[in-house]
């Protein structure tokens, strides 16, 4: 229950950073992506900002603890550097830049009522789909 | 052609950075999205419940939208096919990744993981060549 509780305020933050950072916004996302074009900066701060609260936070009341709060463990970040996350990054790269919407920005688009969401969302589910059964099969 | 708008970038970044705090050293969860996403439809279901209200509270966050003044700006008028194709990759590749903006960008950054710092990197030249690439279609 208290993980729930924690998952609907913590959702709730998130998609409110979105919505206010602009993130939800593909042309500003395309925008500051298109360096050699009319540069919109924003983003930039919207990924700082997130940093100046996490970091800090991480390193100060995180890092020190093994477990949570709620007592579940708090997993260590895994350092490996594999062809699998360079090869995945530059197709996740490719798709964002294709169409300038990532998961938040989608999860917090749903309710816009646009089918151009659920699109997305449905062959972003499908990737993830033939990425875990087809080309780099996961055990579960 | 869209503005620089710092503040309101700052504020939604900060806010990212206050859920993403709180959902770690409450429940020891790591918030990327793709990964909440991704969790809520594999296998392993003994995470599903949080996901799915994380999921939920985060889509509902748009209702106030209107008591902050904030209005949705209008998509781009995508091709069905760019979309799709578009949305397959960014799939496939935050799943092999294993993560995302928000997963390495913010919570794997933060770690000081040079994993994420490395993924962050090469997604965001990527994204930045394919937007250059094509022409900046929608930009």
Redesign the interface.
């Known amino acids: 229950m208290f993980k729930i509780l924690v998952g609907l305020i913590t959702g709730l933050l998130f998609g409110l950073g979105m919505n206010i950072s602009g993130m939800v916004n593909p042309y500003k996302v395309l925008n500051f992506l298109d360096v050699t074009g009319n540069w919109d900066g924003s983003l930039a701060l919207v990924i700082g900002g997130a940093l100046l609260v996490f970091l800090p936070s991480y390193h100060l009341f995180i890092k020190p603890r093994t477990h949570a709060i709620n007592g579940d463990e708090i997993p260590v970040p895994q350092q490996a550097l594999t062809p699998k996350l360079i090869i995945g990054s530059i197709i996740f790269g490719i798709g964002w830049g294709m169409v300038g919407i990532c998961p938040g920005p989608a999860v917090a688009s749903l309710l816009r009522g646009e089918s151009a969401i659920y699109w997305f969302m449905a062959s972003m589910l499908l990737g993830h789909y033939a990425s875990r059964k087809i080309l780099w099969p996961v055990k579960d | ?6 503040w ?24 990327g ?2 990964g909440v ?2 969790g809520i ?4 279901n003994k ?1 599903r ?17 209107p008591l ?1 003044g ?1 209005e ?2 209008a ?2 008028d ?1 091709s ?1 096919t ?17 993560g ?3 997963g ?13 710092i ?3 990197a ?11 690439l ?1 022409g ?1 279609v ?2």
Request: aromatic share 8%; proline share 2%; glycine share 12%.
């Open positions: 052609m869209t503005e620089f708008t710092p309101s970038a700052l504020i939604g970044g900060m806010l990212l950075g206050l859920s993403v705090t709180m959902l770690m050293l409450l429940s020891g969860k790591t918030a999205v793709s996403l991704a439809f594999g296998a392993n995470d419940a949080w996901r799915v209200a994380f999921v939920i509270a985060m889509a509902a966050s748009l209702l106030f939208d902050m904030l949705s700006a998509l781009p995508y069905l760019w979309l799709l194709v578009g949305g397959l990759a960014v799939g496939i590749g935050t799943q092999l990744a294993n995302c903006t928000s390495h960008g913010i919570c794997g950054i933060g770690r000081l993981s040079m994993r994420s490395i993924a962050t090469v997604f965001m030249l990527s994204a930045a060549l394919m937007v250059w094509s900046g929608y930009v």
